[in-house]
């Protein structure tokens, strides 16, 4: 045999696949390829070749090289990282990296053009049309809108041969972006900040920088200058910026197609299949030069990938917790180390991680103080729920109702912030005492009114509002207890029934282009009242929402987990941070039960300093992160007996390595979820220690038996 070809394939193995090289078929590392398993061939990647003498071994040969170009060797050196970082298997990230590539491309066109031939009648609609041709090819009912004519018109003309029919491939090139285009005109801190970045970035290699102001400060636009510096530098230099939020994606493209004049890739999954086809081929074939997506972007097969952007580093959405789980913040950086590129980590209130690492110098620290202009940060007042509470069966406190009633008499906007989805977040009996959940599982159903449904947002599960109480019988007993942002808009179109109110959230907005649609209703003023999760709680600029009221300032310190007080901080922080923009002073009521707690003093104070300091000193007393390391074991199965009998035998079997704690087994607080039991270890290590090494080499030494199902967390951002 003359040579084995390693074969990476999508699937979760643990390592590459053997196959013989056919004769003549001259493979090199990156090569895709289609290679037999089972009765299947499959699409792979060829990770290494080495020479097949004394191999004696039959081997399946590989069957084919596709057209596609090869993956960028550095593209499989990040999956291939990723997958030892993350401990799984390397073909669960090469799987993502491979979507693109897995996805039907478009269908041709039929398009419809001229054939120089005049038709035997002219009229003034057909040479409209006939004009409107000359433009070039478009769709037949294009072509009729543009010249403003009926469908029929167009049809009579392709009959008297005009006009023909033919298929058009659809364009695959992506335009190219003019990094020469002038940008805002920066003011004096702004202007600071882009041009440390560039600076950066025309040395080239690897740095990462954490761009560091205020909610409106103007971060978009020193990052976009950074990637000019990127685009103008090398004519093939490719840029990605990492979105936390499908809903952010569409007016960061808006701004990158201004500044650069060509649209940018989009990637997240709402954006169609074929679509993202050729977004895929686009990077790989380098044509596509910037791109605006989610985290799974980063694992697009970049030719020459010189600056990755995360925006809202701080955000919690970066972290993917189910199938491959990753934090894309931290692999973006190892990434750009990768690719000897620049990564900017951008947000109003960075992680502890990050700051961290901007004050040990292992970043740039670039800051934005003030915002841009006239507009100022909004003011900050707590409202105590103990003294002013609402109205039984009621969420809005009367302090909050008066700023609403004057905020929309002086024709302002108001956003509620809750982050809360559907109508209620409990539904009990009042007979029983029944708690409704999802079958199996510990988790509350959420009632819905839009739908009318019981939803568990764990799990998926939903069924119709039952008339009865399942386990009592009694009728019309279902209560609903607590509101989410359904409950909330009821009582703001009680409160002020001439008000146009509208809900943001995942169940009301299914699309990128709905989030866009409510977004630019909410900018130009169209909607009064606007009630929002998260999803609509970051980045956006509403020049006219001048009160934020936190409906619920205390719900994300509920959980109690480790960073339960960093996440409401930066939560609550963005969320008052959309009031008062352009020339509108804003502001924002936190309503609380607990006004003492550092975290609402903090954000009343808007004293951040105050906050990290307190905070980064509890940390570093616990060695938690930033200054130590943390890792999950969650192991699940259907049968008690057996699960028990498994992390039994992993805690037994934990090595045993200075600087590294294992806690656990203990029973998750999500005990049971689709009728598995839930078991979780938490691990502790010194900032030193390679926490991956310890949990792969940990992982190794107990065989699962059985149904039982182990995954590994690295930095874990849910403990349930
Ligand atoms: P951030 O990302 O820090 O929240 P943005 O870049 O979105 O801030 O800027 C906030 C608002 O201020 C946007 O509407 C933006 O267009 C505007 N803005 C920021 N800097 C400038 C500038 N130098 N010139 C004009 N408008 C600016």
């Known amino acids: 045999m003359s040579r084995i070809a390693s074969v990476l394939l999508p699937l979760p193995l643990p390592e590459a696949f053997d196959y013989a090289e056919p004769e003549g078929m001259a493979l090199n590392v990156g090569d895709q390829v289609a290679a037999p398993l089972g009765p299947n061939l499959m699409r792979g990647v060829v990770s290494a070749l080495r020479d097949g003498a004394g191999h004696n071994r039959p081997l399946k040969a590989v069957q084919a090289r596709l057209e596609e170009p090869p993956l960028p060797a550095s593209t499989l050196e990040f999956v291939q990282w990723a997958a030892k970082y993350a401990v799984d298997a390397p073909g669960q990230p090469l799987a993502i990296a491979l979507r693109g590539a897995r996805a039907p491309k478009a269908k041709p066109l039929r398009v419809v053009e001229a054939t120089g031939l005049r038709p035997a009648r002219a009229t003034p609609a057909r040479t409209k049309v006939l004009e409107a041709a000359a433009a070039g090819p478009l769709g037949g009912a294009e072509l009729a809108r543009a010249a403003g004519v009926s469908a029929g018109v167009v049809k009579g003309l392709i009959e008297d041969g005009a006009l023909t029919v033919r298929t058009m491939e659809p364009e695959a090139r992506f335009e190219a972006p003019d990094p020469d285009r002038k940008g805002a005109a920066l003011n004096a801190s702004q202007a600071a900040a882009a041009a440390a970045l560039k600076g950066i970035v025309a040395q080239g290699g690897f740095q990462a920088a954490l761009l560091d102001g205020v909610t409106g400060s103007g971060k978009t636009e020193v990052y976009l200058e950074a990637a000019a510096a990127a685009l103008a530098r090398d004519p093939q230099a490719q840029v990605l910026i990492l979105l936390p939020e499908i809903a952010l994606t569409q007016a960061i493209i808006a701004r990158v197609a201004a500044r650069f004049g060509a649209q940018p890739g989009e990637w997240h999954s709402d954006v169609a299949p074929p679509a993202r086809r050729r977004v895929w081929e686009a990077v790989l074939a380098g044509s596509c030069r910037i791109v605006v997506g989610a985290r799974s972007a980063l694992f697009l097969p970049f030719r020459k990938l ?4 995360v925006d809202e580093e701080h955000d919690a959405s970066f972290k993917q917790e189910e199938g491959f789980i990753y934090h894309a913040r931290d692999l973006a950086v190892a990434r750009a180390k990768i690719e000897d590129a620049t990564v900017v980590l951008a947000s ?13 110098g292992r970043y740039h620290w670039l800051k934005l103080s003030a915002r841009h202009g006239a507009a100022r940060l909004p003011d900050i007042a707590l409202v105590d729920l103990r003294e002013t509470p609402p109205e039984s069966g009621r969420w809005l406190s009367p302090p909050l109702v008066a700023a609403m009633g004057e905020t929309l008499a002086r024709g302002e906007q108001v956003l509620l912030f809750l982050n809360r989805r559907g ?63 359904e409950r909330v808009e009821e009582e703001a179109k009680s409160l002020f029934p001439e008000a146009r109110v509208a809900v943001f959230s995942s169940d009301t907005i299914f699309d990128a282009r709905e989030a866009r649609r ?20 970051k980045g956006h600029n509403f020049p006219k929402l001048t009160l934020v009221g936190v409906v619920d ?76 390391r943390l890792a999950a074991v969650i192991a699940t ?6 699960l028990d009998d498994f992390c039994r035998a992993m805690a037994e079997a934990a ?7 294992v806690y656990g087994p203990a029973d998750a607080p999500l005990g049971l979820v689709r009728g598995r039991r839930r078991k979780r270890f938490l691990v502790r290590a010194d900032r030193g220690v390679d926490l991956s090494a310890y949990m792969a080499a940990w992982r ?21």
């Not at 279902?478 to 509101?483: E, R, Y």
């Not at 199965?637 to 057996?642: I, K, L, N």
């Not at 030494?701 to 199902?709: L, M, N, S």
């Open 306 to 309: 010189a600056l990755i952007v």
């Open 348 to 360: 109003a209130t960075p992680s502890l991680e990050s700051l961290r690492n901007a004050e040990t």
């Open 423 to 485: 109508y209620a977040p409990l539904v009990l009996c009042k007979a029983c005492g029944e708690r409704m959940t999802a079958p199996d599982t510990d988790s509350w159903l959420v009632e819905h009114r839009y739908s009318g449904r019981l939803v568990c947002h764990l799990t998926g599960f939903s069924m119709p509002k039952p008339a009865a109480c399942p386990h009592c019988g009694a009728h019309d007993s279902l209560v609903s207890i607590g509101p989410g942002v």
């Open 518 to 537: 409510l977004i630019e209703a909410m900018a130009a003023g169209e909607i009064d009242i606007l009630v929002a999760t998260q999803a609509a709680a």
């Open 553 to 628: 300032a205390d719900l994300g310190l509920r959980g109690g987990d480790l960073r339960a007080a960093e996440r409401t901080y930066q939560l609550l922080a963005q969320a008052t941070g959309r009031a008062g923009r352009k020339d509108h002073a804003g502001r924002a009521l936190l309503q609380t039960y607990a006004p003492d707690h550092a975290v609402m003093q903090a954000l009343k104070a808007q004293d951040r300093e105050a906050f990290v300091t307190a905070e980064m000193a509890e940390r570093e007393l616990a060695g938690l992160p930033p200054f130590g």
């Open 637 to 642: 199965d259907v049968d008690a007996t057996r």
């Open 655 to 661: 090595p045993n390595t200075p600087g590294v704690e």
């Open 700 to 720: 190794a030494r107990v065989r699962p038996k059985g149904a039982t199902r182990v995954a590994i967390d690295i930095d874990p951002y849910s403990f349930l």
